[in-house]
């Protein structure tokens, strides 16, 4: 696998675990009936932090993947919300 690979891989899980986290903390939402992840515009990121810290420092094997890097988790966080819709299809 070539480096650039494993970055761009690394980066992906990274993004994928801040939207679990997202998601667990209301900081994104799942819509009931399509099942999209959007942005309800609630702004819980403080929420979303805390909960990532909290497994960080408990060496949680879902967040192994930031390595003990809380800055490249806050990172993925704000980067997952960046990147998901405010509203799905639904509404
Ligand atoms: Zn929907």
Same mark, same amino acid.
Request: charge should be negative; glycine fraction near 6%; include cysteine.
């Given at each position: 696998?070539? &480096?650039a690979?494993?970055?761009? +891989?690394?980066?992906?899980?990274?993004?994928s675990?801040?939207? @679990?986290?997202? +998601?667990?903390?209301?900081? +994104?939402?799942? $819509?009931?009936? $399509?099942?999209?992840? !959007?942005d309800?515009?609630? &702004?819980? !990121?403080?929420e /979303?932090y #805390?909960?990532?810290? /909290?497994?960080?420092?408990?060496?949680a094997?879902?967040v192994?993947? !930031?390595?003990? @890097?809380?800055?490249?988790m806050?990172? /993925?966080? #704000?980067? /997952?919300?960046?990147?998901?819709?405010?509203?799905?299809? $639904?509404y």
């Open positions: 696998m070539s &480096w690979t494993e970055v761009l +891989l690394q980066h992906e899980s990274r993004i675990v801040a939207t @679990d986290l997202s +998601l667990l903390t209301g900081l +994104l939402r799942r $819509c009931e009936i $399509c099942g999209a992840i !959007f309800p515009l609630e &702004w819980r !990121f403080v /979303a #805390k909960a990532g810290n /909290a497994l960080i420092s408990n060496h094997p879902e192994e993947v !930031f390595g003990g @890097d809380r800055r490249a806050t990172d /993925a966080i #704000k980067q /997952a919300v960046d990147e998901a819709p405010t509203s799905c299809r $639904c």
